[in-house]
């Protein structure tokens, strides 16, 4: 099994560092190559996502990425700065699938800013599709408005869009994650006002007949985000398109309190995956050793879960992590009173032990 590791800036070198010693510690030999991608990439080979690296990517089972971006690349033409690697990576791999897990340790309950009883023991699973939606529909611009009281005047406009096809291959994604967890889904839709998403409600009603005994219901998108803060311990797997999902996602990731925590997985359609921690490479802290290497690690734990077929050895780092919090170790950004203050190397190191 191939992994193509890619570091990146600030803090991804550091933080993929401790991911990758946390692999080798398991009772399986992965091969794993590195490559620079981001401001590295540039700074080695003059473009953020070089050929060598994309290569490497394109050719390996899954890919472990750190994070990109630096304010001193800002000046740079925007095709060549760090966040254009990502954007690439995606389209070239066709990742068309983000899961992203808010769980909550209940040792991390304080950390959040809702009441510790809503959030407690937190575990959701958000899908959202990645490649289609309104971010990407054709055309749109800036136009003389055609019609209406504003006819004439100048309008901004895009086009929300999508396919059968790619409203299935999410729909399978998300039944197929929700088999694996606790058989519910929640497709968030706003089919009430767009045809858009009466389409995808029915899509998904249709994809639903082939798991039965996943639960499915459907929820309008203002009341998702409305029932997320009320009482996000109801959800189990929500899917849903892209720009309800950008929004949902984040809102789900700040119940948890700490972005250090967050893993993602970017998936195409055989379950090749792009997994990286939900945070960018907080150039604030990095070269501090002060970074919180867990969501990064809990990445790679989600890599050996849907792209290596591995979920015992997922099971094992994952229980591993809440080990290391429950012995109390934590890095500044989960520090409260009582507890024992750890750097990035110590963290990794405690999860490498618990293992
Ligand atoms: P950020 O996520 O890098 O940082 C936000 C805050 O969270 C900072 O205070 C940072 O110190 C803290 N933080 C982030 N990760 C942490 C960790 N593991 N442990 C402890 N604290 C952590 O977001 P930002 O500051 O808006 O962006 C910085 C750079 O990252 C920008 O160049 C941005 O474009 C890039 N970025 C990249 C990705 C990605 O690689 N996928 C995602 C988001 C942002």
Known sequence: MKIAVLPGDGIGPEIVRQAVKVLNAL?????????PVGGAGYE??????PEGTLKLALEADAVLFGSVGDWKYDKLDRPLRPEQAILGLRKNLNLFANLRPAILYPELAGASTLKPEVVSGLDILIIRELTGDIYFGQPRGVRECPDGPFKGSREGFDTM???EPEIRRIAH????????RGKRLTSVDKANVLETFQFWKDIVTDVHKEYPDVQLDHMYVDNAAMQLVRAPKKFD???TGNMFGDILSDAAAMLTGSIGMLPSASL???NKGLYEPSHGSAPDIAGKGVANP??????????????LNKAEQADRIETAVKKVLAQGLRTPDIYEEGTTKVGTE?????????L
Request: charge should be negative; proline fraction near 2%; aromatic fraction near 8%.
């Open 27 to 35: 009772d399986e030999k992965f091969d794993m190559e590195t490559a």
């Open 44 to 49: 080695a080979h003059g473009h953020p996502l």
């Open 346 to 354: 110590e963290m990794g190191e405690a999860v490498v032990k618990a």
């Open 294 to 307: 867990l969501a990064t690690i809990l990445s790679a734990a989600m890599m050996l879960r849907f792209s």
């Open 173 to 180: 994604v998300a039944f197929q994650a929700a088999q694996k």
């Open 161 to 163: 869009r999508y396919s």
């Open 237 to 239: 797997v929500i899917v």
């Open 268 to 270: 195409d359609a055989n």
